[in-house]
């Protein structure tokens, strides 16, 4: 990269004065230091120059997802500078919407990746010092403990410093107002629009940083019965009187995250004592050392889960993401006898099927009533349609969302919601959220019930594909090193819109980004075909890449004709796949 005299010397001022201001002694001589290489000859200085421009290129976005970025100094990274000007910002509009009325409150948590704790100690200074009444969780857990908390301790905001999923080099910051600040079905929920950009507005990076002040003290160190309250609370999700089995033997994985601890005590309470943790996994560890990526849902992160199934002739496998607001299960298919994952969207009609049969017998309470009147199963657009026809056969209302529980979890009078992501909410007036725990203990409660019947999830699924339909599903994620190119081909397909996906003509185009009725507008696109295959295409909202769902749907007579239908699917998805490579210009 090349920098003119004038850009460059911007760019060192800009460094020296963060690095002069940094709080952080670690983060400020790595400036210095990318600072000292700018005066070595050749691609040294080069190289420094690039990563300083990058660093200094802009400041991190503070959007619905909160923050997300990798860890360093500069305001386009995650750091304690960061953190003291996105935490004053969130100050600065929860006093304003107090106003004169009443004191604002806020709990923090945090995960086990580096530097979280300092992030919410950080966070802690700044409220205690902006008059807010906050609380810090007494150690490092897993994100649906904090959206619990919120609801549970009524503050008007909770942040969550996380990033979930992402790589070891990353770290984040999750919001959600309650409490006096939000009402309806919103409340306790992550953040949206208006919310986002209210608080986005500020966050004032032309304030001198001594000028955010900071108390050594001032907040409450929230009780370790947090944690128990919340166990219990999920507990007593399970029907022991309707599902009293518990012969299960279960793999567990946090994938080096802080669930571990909360997900066992959670099964162990509601009886089921044969679990075995991943023994490599289940300590927390920021350099997630056995995972090239902590996410279930990536290639290889569940492989010493499953080889720890075999070795143990287990029944299930429960990994949770490392924030465990989102779960993974595995089992072995009896069809051919080998263990595979369960796709996000084969979970969400189960849990679905689940809850249903349990609202039906009296099982589940909804909104406090033992009855279906009222019930609201919601997924988000890009899921499968499965479920809504699974809440149809029961009578139960549906809704779509946008992508995100942000968008699921404010759906009025909400039962169950999940996205195909891993992500589900079996319990909104719990965690207004999704949440790997408790979704995981429903997940074994039902695994249970049906050895004790001499079946498996797949009977379940194959069932669902009699009464259905066989709905499958695929993804085609195009990652990028330049987010322009998201757009490029976002702009290429609004231009030249495809006229047919896997030999079926498109009937209904609709360009996401125009908003309706029913759903706020949002970059994306959708197309529906005559044989009722499915396509949408929107950039990712947390990652640099282009997602691609897809769905099919192959009407199924008998479970004898279920092979027949998921060779026809599979053929039709690949087809699909080939069409949308070519639209892309992949």
Same mark, same amino acid.
């Given at each position: ?39 070595? %000859? ?32 500069? %305001? ?229 889960? *499953? ?168 993804? *085609? ?110």
């Amino acid at each position: 990269m090349t920098l003119n005299p004038t850009e460059l010397t911007e760019l060192v001022t800009a460094a020296q004065t963060w690095a002069d201001e940094d709080p952080d002694a670690a983060t400020a001589a790595e400036l210095r230091a990318l600072l000292a290489q700018l005066s070595t %000859p050749g691609a040294a200085a080069t190289a420094a120059a690039a990563e300083l421009a990058d660093r200094f290129a802009g400041e991190l976005e503070f959007g619905t997802a909160g923050l997300r970025a990798a860890l360093g100094a500069g %305001p386009r990274r995650m750091n304690r500078v960061v953190v003291r000007r996105t935490a004053a910002g969130i100050a600065s509009f929860l006093q304003d919407s107090a106003g004169d009325k009443y004191t604002p409150s806020a709990v923090i948590g945090y995960d086990a990746r580096h530097n979280s704790r300092a992030f919410a100690l950080e966070t802690a200074a700044v409220f205690s010092a902006a008059g807010i009444e906050t609380f810090l969780l007494p150690c490092t857990l897993p994100t649906p403990v904090l959206a619990y908390a919120v609801r549970a301790l009524d503050t008007d905001a909770g942040v969550m410093v996380t990033a979930s999923h992402n790589p070891a080099a990353d770290n984040g910051y999750k919001v959600y107002l309650g409490g006096r600040t939000v009402k309806g079905p919103g409340k306790g929920a992550q953040i949206v629009a208006p919310y986002d950009a209210e608080i986005a507005a500020r966050i004032d990076y032309t304030v001198p940083l001594e000028n955010i002040h900071t108390a050594p003290e001032g907040w409450t160190d929230v009780s370790e019965s947090i944690v128990a309250d919340y166990i219990s609370a999920v507990d007593r999700l399970v029907a022991r009187d309707r599902y009293p089995e518990r012969d299960l033997k279960i793999v567990l994985t946090s994938l080096h995250g802080v669930g571990g601890e909360t997900m066992l005590s959670v099964l162990r309470d509601a009886g089921f004592r044969k679990v075995v943790p991943v023994a490599a996994q289940a300590k927390p560890d920021p350099d997630f050392p056995t995972v090239a990526f902590p996410n279930p849902e990536e290639p290889g992160a569940l492989d010493l889960a *499953l080889e720890t199934a075999v070795e143990h002739n287990a029944d299930l496998v429960i990994a949770n993401d490392p924030d465990a607001d989102r779960v993974a299960v595995a089992a072995k298919d009896p069809a051919n006898g080998e263990w595979r994952m369960l796709r996000g969207d084969e979970v969400g009609a189960l849990l679905g099927r689940h809850l249903s049969r349990r609202i039906a017998s009296g099982h589940w309470k909804v909104r406090g009533e033992k009855t279906k009147a009222g019930v609201v199963y919601a997924n988000s657009i890009v899921s499968s349609r499965l479920l809504a026809r699974v809440a149809d056969a029961a009578g139960f209302a549906h809704m779509e969302t946008l992508t995100g529980f942000k968008w699921i979890s404010r759906v009025p009078h909400l039962t169950f919601g999940y996205e195909e992501a891993l992500g589900y909410c079996v319990a909104p007036g719990m965690v207004r959220d999704k949440d790997g725990i408790s979704a995981g203990l429903l997940l074994a409660e039902m695994a249970a019930a049906l050895k004790a019947k001499g079946r498996t999830l797949f009977d379940e699924l194959d069932d669902l594909a009699v009464q259905h339909g066989l709905h499958l599903t695929d993804q *085609l994620s195009v990652r990028v090193d330049n987010l322009d190119l998201l757009g490029e081909m976002m702009a290429r397909l609004r231009a030249t819109p495809p006229e047919a996906f896997g030999g079926s003509a498109v009937d209904t185009a609709v360009d996401l980004s125009l908003g309706s009725e029913d759903l706020p507008p949002t970059d994306g696109l959708k197309y529906l075909t005559r044989d009722n295959t499915r396509v949408i295409i929107r950039p990712s909202g947390t990652e640099p890449k282009l997602k691609c769902y897809l769905e099919v749907i192959v009407p199924v007579s008998s479970a004898e004709d279920l092979p027949a239908a998921r060779r026809q699917g599979r053929a039709r998805l690949d087809s699909v796949l080939d069409d949308v490579r070519a639209a892309l210009g992949l």
